[in-house]
């Protein structure tokens, strides 16, 4: 156990205070956040400014920031501003709480068709708006498809996707990047391939995912994998209607060049039933703050500083906005009847038992499955001994205590691959059942046989399709999506974390 004398702290950026890590990778972290101010809560992505210069994209950076702050959806995960520091930039982003498109996959296997048509038209209503401004997603997949309390699509991870990379004299992209399963063949061919056409060729694989319940392509071996999507090898099951059939051929043609456009797309008699065009809101928006980074003078005037408050080192007590807004995880409805589900996240359990018994279990419960343990006070990085689909998988975990006596354990992906951390999770939990707590009302639910609130139950989700392979999915809520926050580097408010950031506590899994 880490020394007691340690500190902790809370950091201070402009007018917001910094919370939990929601997502985090190579490049960026996501964090919650409150406007001290006004009280509203955000996601900020947290970018590294040195690793961001060192691939010299200024240029391409600056622009797609200045796209991002510009677009206006209903479907895309809006951006606020952006600040830095020193040493730091900060995109504050949209923070949506109704959970991520992949948690419905997981918990309920395939959508109905004019459900899945429902969310495939606001997707490529998103799409196409953001191509008709130059900006393409690059790696659109369940994970980053987040859900608003009401249930609206929104597309995260726009912009910023893929950072270190640009567009050629030919005005073709040049870099790979994407998860394979829903990468097009031309761009694993890696030859330069039209940012739009790629896009819609992930639409494609998403609509396949939201009927199926589960992959068009797929293949333990990378190699055969990438034939099939080269030959654009699937079937589709018996309960796709015809013209949904003939849509998902012509979209996932591996001919860019004979593939149908997103206009057409939009022309389609499958996908006009029951359509409604989004209506857009005209803002003025000033890029001022854009600007001053990418200043190069670098006027220190224009950068905020990071203050933070030490703290002697305990498990972080959540703030009330912080615990309301993860209250999925929890049975809060003595204390917050309305406020239930405002964030949605199966990765979490809750405990009565101290925290440093509950640390030893998850080191018990990780050593039989090949993870080893590193811990720093109350967060530990579990790390996967085997090389997975994506390398190797790690997790983070992090106990707060969210009353007297009552802790609540977020497990969130931070490397990997989606499916392998899902079901890592579930057998995880097996091994932390006889410290899980559960209310009188929970407890009451799967006595009755339904799919059991608390996170850390083990419920069994099936292999849905959101990430990996496996059709149908059971019910049970134990292996769905974190979701809720993070933040693609154009996107993200409860968004999956672009150009790195993955994968967190109410967080959308990003690469």
């Known amino acids: 156990m880490a020394s007691r004398s340690n500190t902790g702290s809370r950091t201070r950026v402009g007018r917001y ?5 929601l997502g985090e990778g190579n490049f960026a972290k996501v964090k919650f956040a409150r406007n001290v101010e006004t009280g509203e809560n955000f996601a900020i992505k947290v970018l590294d400014k040195e690793k961001v210069l060192k691939h010299k ?3 391409q950076i600056k622009r797609e920031i200045s796209t991002m702050k510009l677009i206006r959806h209903p479907n895309v995960i809006r951006m ?12 504050v982003l949209e923070f949506v709480t109704g959970g991520e498109l992949f948690d419905k996959i997981a918990s309920k296997g395939r959508l109905k068709e004019d459900e899945a048509r429902k969310y495939f038209q606001q997707l490529i209503n998103a799409v196409d708006y953001c191509h008709s401004r130059g900006v393409f997603h690059r790696d659109l997949k369940p994970e980053n498809l987040l859900l608003d309390v009401s ?3 929104k597309v995260s991870d726009f912009g910023l996707s893929a950072l270190p990379q640009q567009v050629r004299e030919d005005g073709l992209l040049h870099t790979t990047c994407g998860t394979p399963n829903y990468v097009a063949p031309e761009v694993i061919n890696n030859k330069g391939y039209d940012g739009a056409k ?3 060729w992930s639409c494609g694989v998403i609509l396949f995912v939201l009927m199926a319940g589960y992959l068009p392509f797929e293949d333990s071996n990378l190699m055969s994998l990438y034939k099939k999507i080269f030959k654009a090898e699937f079937k589709c099951p018996p309960w796709f209607s015809s013209s949904a059939k003939k849509l998902i051929k012509r979209i996932l043609d591996p001919n860019p060049m004979t593939r149908i456009t997103i206009a057409e797309v939009i022309e389609n008699e499958w996908f006009k039933k029951g359509y409604k065009p989004p209506s857009f809101e005209q803002v003025d928006v000033s890029l001022d703050d854009v600007d001053s ?13 990071e203050r933070r408050e030490e703290r002697n080192v305990a498990p972080v007590t959540m703030n009330a906005f912080e615990l309301i807004s993860t209250s999925q995880g929890l049975n809060l409805n003595s204390l917050f009847e309305k406020q239930m589900d405002l964030v949605k996240r199966e990765t979490r359990f809750t405990s009565k038992r101290p925290a440093n018994e509950i640390i030893s279990k998850i080191e018990e419960a990780a050593a039989p499955l090949g993870f080893g343990v590193k811990k720093n006070n109350f967060k530990l990085k579990l790390q996967g001994e085997k090389t997975g689909r994506k390398g190797h998988l790690s997790v983070a975990t992090e106990i707060f205590e969210v009353a007297p006596s009552l802790y609540m354990v977020e497990v969130r992906k931070s490397g990997g691959d989606t499916l392998e951390f899902h079901n890592f999770y ?3 939990s097996t091994g932390l059942k006889d410290i899980v707590w559960k209310s009188a009302d929970e407890s009451r639910k799967e006595a009755d046989g339904g799919a059991g609130a608390s996170a850390g139950a083990g419920a069994n989700a099936g292999a849905g399709a959101g990430a990996g392979a496996g059709a149908g999915a059971g019910a049970g809520a134990g292996a769905g999506a974190g979701a809720g926050a993070g933040a693609g580097a154009g996107a993200g408010a409860g968004a999956g974390a672009g150009a790195g950031a993955g994968a967190g506590a109410g967080v959308v899994p990003s690469r």
């Open 426 to 428: 579930k057998n995880l």
């Open 293 to 305: 980074i990418f200043n190069e003078s670098g006027d220190s005037q224009n950068l905020v500083v």
């Open 80 to 91: 606020y501003e952006v600040m830095a520091s020193k040493t730091k930039i900060y995109i």
């Open 17 to 21: 205070e910094l919370g939990r890590t």
């Open 57 to 59: 994209m200024i240029g």
């Open 151 to 153: 249930g609206t699509l």
């Open 198 to 200: 790629a896009d819609l």
